[in-house]
């Protein structure tokens, strides 16, 4: 009994060159042309069709099961840990997990598929949202960083509403950060510490219009005849270490560190709810692991080399500037 074939559109193309070509109606030359292939394509292709006839033109791997599909235990481990540990977490964060604690590799839209049927779409979904013009960021790490706060259950309900104060490097995304009960100027210092006694000192640090950075309340004319102004002690040490302050006129002017407490919001707090933590310190001791990671997933490489961190001088004593 025969086997039925089924030939696409370009197969049949083939047999109808191929078929005159076994006529000598045309030319290898011609043939080639004809189906935009090599003389060389068009004789193996010849020599295949005069073994096995019509089956010759056909793909070798139709009817095949992939080498690239996924077993039935790979998916029903996937859809169980869905179930059980990873149901809120999204598909690219899930895919990393994957990888590295399962040793199972599958692409993106593989694992889509597999929680669409499982019924455990993504629950991360991308908000519309007006399109703004980026401003370019800076060129060379450490020319301005970003600073804000973020008052967040990163807990969850294991413990309290934490503060996480970060910087971002605008050049390339690195961050540094602490956790404290709430957002305010020693947590600021803490980090900006950190920053110039490992890297060095910034040029610019880049704000929102909180306090904490800058007084904005009036002064009264006696005071302004008489050339006072108002800073804050937080401005006071930017101003010992000759970091300029720019205070951004709203949250979207600072997408950077905004964007970057969505990814923390995320991924973070999954990090925090797997080392179980439940108070400001143990808090601080999973992000102090967490960041080395993130920074290694999301760095990019800065539009030039160098850097434009000064070095902290050595005669300068950290505990006579970073103090309250």
């Not at 859809?79 to 599958?106: R, V």
């Not at 009960?181 to 947590?187: I, K």
């Not at 108002?230 to 970091?243: E, S, Y």
């Not at 400001?280 to 999973?286: H, S």
């Amino acid at each position: 009994m025969n086997k039925r074939i089924t030939l696409t559109m370009k197969e049949i193309k083939r047999l109808k060159v191929m078929s005159m070509l076994e006529e000598q109606l045309m030319t290898r030359a011609e043939a080639a042309q004809k189906l935009n292939l090599s003389e060389r394509q068009v004789y193996r292709i010849q020599k295949s069709y005069r073994e096995k006839g019509e089956q010759g033109l056909v793909h070798g791997n139709r009817g095949k099961p992939s080498q690239r599909s996924i077993s039935k235990e790979v998916c029903t481990q996937i859809t169980t840990l869905l179930a059980t540990q990873y149901s809120d977490y999204n598909s690219l964060h899930f895919q990393e997990i994957l990888a590295e604690e399962f040793g199972i590799n599958i692409s993106y839209s593989t694992l889509q598929s597999i929680r669409r049927e499982a019924g455990f779409p993504t629950p991360r979904k991308k908000k519309s949202q007006p399109h703004r013009n980026r401003r370019t960021p800076q060129p060379i790490y450490g020319m301005m960083l970003q600073a804000d706060a973020s008052l967040h259950p990163w807990l969850e309900d294991r413990g309290p509403k934490l503060a996480l104060v970060a910087l971002i490097d605008d050049a390339t995304n690195r961050v540094w950060g602490r956790f404290r009960d709430y957002e305010d100027a020693a947590g600021y210092v803490e980090v900006l510490q950190e920053v110039c006694l490992k890297e060095g000192i910034p040029m610019v640090l880049y704000t929102d219009k909180r306090n904490v950075f800058l007084d904005q309340r009036e002064l009264s004319v006696e005071d302004q005849l008489a050339g006072k102004e108002r800073t804050t002690h937080f401005k006071a040490i930017l101003n010992d270490l000759g970091i300029e302050l720019i205070q951004a006129d709203s949250p979207q002017a600072k997408g950077r560190v905004e964007r970057l407490f969505e990814t923390l919001q995320d991924r973070l707090v999954k990090a925090l709810r797997e080392a179980k933590a439940e108070t400001l310190m143990e808090a601080n001791q999973v992000l102090q692991d967490y960041l080395p990671k993130h920074n290694q997933r999301f760095i990019k490489k800065a539009a030039q080399e160098g850097s434009a961190f000064v070095p902290w001088p050595p005669s300068l004593a950290p505990d006579e500037h970073f103090c309250f």
